[in-house]
């Protein structure tokens, strides 16, 4: 284990982890991350809280500074140091410094690919106008905010109807601006089910938010380096703050370079040691494939925590250790204004083309005892597999608790519990917490019929 | 399965619940509910908010009256009738009208015994005052509520420091009571861990409840019909309203008259079917007891989530089906004041009787985004069986979202799941319900390291 020189590209989330977690496990190796900006373990996921406005500092959002990093956990940490290529051949990378302009050659033994992901454009001009901004980095909002105090937008539109831009309609209507939501199909939050997607349509146009279905975006149409009319297939929209909001791509550029073999989702593959296709090189984050558990199969999933376990164990193994990544379910949660909205496990359309048989089951139930003041319902959508009887994935959606209970569900999918033993189990019963059945009881008992 | 003749004794929670399912397995079972009070299906657990105001209208607490479960379930349910005797050799009951004053003799083929359990008394004179209240039936609710309309009191003594006497605490001081709680020990709580105990305390104090400990009660001093002056060895109190919350004792006396073979917890035993050492004759709820499914071995928990369980399989049986109740793990909350406490599974001092070398684990983390507005936090006290690391219980308590984060890993409990499989469970993460780290994983992260 002595004598290993270690280098990790990129210093988002996997990245971080990845470095803290060698240096913790090998003492002795040289651990050195390389980051092309001059961020490092930023809280993305927090950022359009700081933009609304509920979280007041924004540099709170980052957890680790590059001081701290390196004398809290003694890795070198070089920000503004950009990573132009891998050569495996020869074990080291070619390094280019951002500030100076000059490239060096870096040799390292043992090595982990954590270089992230892009967000996805249209790939229209206009894109780069100073009032359109994606949101995946601290850069992007520090600007959306600066420009948010400097312009004072009044109106907004949103491009894509995933998580962020759930995220970002809240955030924007909060600080007062007349949001449109442009999405190009007719519901939004492509992953969840009908019913659960049905529900998010009628928060957001409840609180105010102009939804539009099915959109393709024609043009940007710019002035003054400011784009102010959008020119879509269902009309103009006009805007003084434009969030593209089309989800990530892998970054894969470099590893691609360096003849790393890519998944087939078109990120890194990795085995369950995050270990990649050339000799000593690892990957994690959101560059990488995620293992479903629940289908055996690769799967593209850009999630914080992920990418944070994945880069332990690169990072573990990088430095000598044995460790594994076994996967991930798939455990995704937002909040849309006064709903909580939550996804566990596979989607039924991501169950049946992995060939499952699906029975799919939904129940509305009180989450608290329902007489109880401020009690609201919880729909739970769950899916089972018909021939085993167990639960594949499940959507809870509704009121306060919604979240917490898919987690529960999350933990008897991950442990493959059928329908008849999640209705045995035996869960929480108080007036200010949870009805006589919890809703999850009154969900399995009923899908339990039907799987007879 | 033609030609039964259900009885049931008790329509509390168990006995309806038997009585409603033995008629749904088998529509041709004549079913027949003695109940001895006017009120069936009550929801107790309820009642502290009823009194509390919470609730605004007490009769929402019945779930259904005799005429419902005549009308919806087709039950012969007949309230106001006391059982004498059950003569399991003749297979009949002697059955008292307490309006007649008759009695007569009711045959059966099959029969349950919903008995029910009656609060524990102090044995002292006085305990009948006017003023002087026990919480386990609709009259008690009805009783204290009547009670504090019409002479306004203006201070509470409660004694007695369990789940009940807790909530009300809480209750009586919402509706402007000076409280006092005389426990007989120095912490409240029994079954939960000595720091949650202490936090229990915390929250009392900090809301103005007057937390008396070791209390002995000597004399109730009755004046008038009322009681003013309790006398103890740690001095004398003086109190409005008295309220007695000292749990509760099995009503066995009808099944130990039968020679019905009561368990090592002396309430009656039963096995997995509900069956008890009679033939035909089942029990179910607070009069029997249940399976620990941690340890395998009969407990005594009066729960109502129990009861209704085990009523529903002692019905189904009754009616000639066959289903089990393979038992619980204790699942309970309570909230006082700004505060959630939960416990599921084994407490420390059980885990330890039962055999089990116990690892104990403490964290405390935020249950959201610490940056987050509103953010709280959480412990969890969790315990590890050190052979196996498979978790044995866990209290958890703090803000908002500690009780359903219980029930997670009471699946987790209920399913075997050792320190490293809770480690490595796929949970939300999403800044308003959960941090990057769910309090659950940096718990079972911790205790990892400690089975090591």
Redesign the interface.
Known sequence: MKGRTIAVIGGSSAGPAAAAKAKRVNPAAEVTLFEASETVSY?I??AP?AISG??A?ES??VSYTPERLREEKNIAVRTGHYVEKIIPSKKHLVVKDLRGGTSFEHAYTHLVVATGSSPRTLGLPGEKSRNVFHLASREDTVAIMRYCSEASPSSAVIIGGGYIGMEMCEALLRKGLDVTLLHRHSLPMAGLEQETRETVVQELESHGVHFVTNVLVESLYEERGSVRHIATNRGSFEADIVILSLGVAPNVRLARAAKIRMGPTGAIGTDERQQTSADGIYAAGDCSEVRN?ITGKPMYLP????A?RAGWVAGENAAGGREVF?G????????IFDR?F?Q?GLSSAEARSAGFSVVTDTITAYAK?G???GSGKTTIISLYDKSSGKILGANVFGG??S??????L???I??G?TAD?IS???????????P???P?LVSANQARKKLK
Chains 1, 2 share one sequence.
């Not at 979240?403 to 529960?408: C, E, F, G, K, Y």
């Not at 045995?424 to 949870?434: E, G, K, M």
Request: neutral net charge.
């Open positions: 809280g996921c927090e809280y509920l979280i500092d709170k959002l558990m999630l914080a925590t992920l944070s076994k991930a379910i798939r455990a995704m949660a937002v909040k909580e939550a566990v005892v007489i109880m003041p306060e608790g979240v917490l209970r898919a987690n529960t999350g933990v008897a991950q442990h519990l033993a045995r189990l035996d869960l929480i019963y108080a007036p200010p917490f949870a006589l059945w919890d999850i």
